[in-house]
């Protein structure tokens, strides 16, 4: 048997032992001066992350997958406040009724799905994760180019990059450098009401039918319409559909849903 302080690969594990690195993702995670109600940990690890939140938190659930970590985690965190070491994945986690954050050093293999998680649970506040940097880059438009996710949640969920950790911050030590990125849930949705017309307009948009978003638009509404639209969100008829920033298309969705 692997001793418990060895990564799994199979889990896609790499510790955050930078901690400097861990205190700045503890801060993104729970600002300073304030103090979360309660924070769900995804992949506590050695708990090196855990230990900075917790004085932060009036109450954390610090999830671990590795079985073998959780008699080290519960007994270091045994006499901490508000703290519980839940040694079970965290995917299968039912999420809270009432307000609550989530922050972890996310396994990179499990990203979409914790990410996933996150947008599905209602009482979410917001999630700050460290994932793999081109991931994080990707997600939040830093190429100048948008993902059909984010377009598809931005009315509820802001994505932002907020920081960036070197491989050599992990150990073992990945290929790869990380991102932090931070999703805040917006208290109210900036196409409130109308949620059906806003995915029909990402998933038609995306579809690439046509050569250009231009021309997918218009197999469903009238060109006339299609061109006003563009117009009003001062986008060039030729403009591909990953270039299309988040505010572009909800003046797209006011012209052409009015």
Not at 58 to 70: G, S, T
Not at 77 to 86: A, E, L
Not at 107 to 119: G, Q, Y
Not at 157 to 179: K, M, Q
Request: glycine share 8%; proline share 7%; aromatic share 6%.
């Amino acid at each position: 048997m692997a001793r418990p302080s060895r990564a799994s690969r199979a889990l896609s594990q790499n510790f955050l032992a930078d901690r400097a690195a861990a205190g700045r993702l503890a801060r993104l995670a729970v600002p300073q001066g304030l103090r979360a109600p309660l924070l769900l940990e995804v992949g506590a690890g050695k708990g090196a992350l855990t230990e900075l939140l917790a004085p932060h938190c009036q109450h954390l659930l610090a999830y671990e997958i590795d079985l073998r970590l959780i008699p080290a985690l519960r007994s270091r965190f045994s006499d901490t406040p508000g703290v519980r070491v839940v040694g079970e994945d965290f995917l299968t986690a039912r999420p809270p009724c009432t307000p609550f954050s989530v922050a972890g050093n996310v396994p990179f293999s499990r990203t979409a799905a914790i990410v996933d998680w996150c947008l599905r649970a209602p009482a979410l506040t917001d999630a700050t994760l460290l994932t793999q940097l081109e991931y994080a880059r990707k997600r939040t438009g830093h190429y100048g180019r948008w993902t059909r996710l984010t377009i598809l949640t931005w009315p509820r969920h802001e994505w932002r990059l907020v920081g960036r950790v070197g491989r050599h911050s992990f150990r073992p030590v990945p290929r790869v450098d990380a991102g932090i990125v931070r999703i805040e849930r917006r208290r109210t949705p900036l196409t409130a009401g109308a949620r059906d017309s806003w995915r029909d307009l990402i998933e038609l948009g995306f579809t690439g039918v046509g050569g250009s978003l231009h021309a997918s638009l218009c197999r469903a509404h009238a060109r006339r319409r299609v061109d006003a639209a563009f117009r009003a969100a001062r986008l060039d008829t030729r403009v591909l559909v990953g270039e299309v920033p988040p505010e572009a298309w909800l003046k797209l969705h006011e012209v052409l849903t009015s």
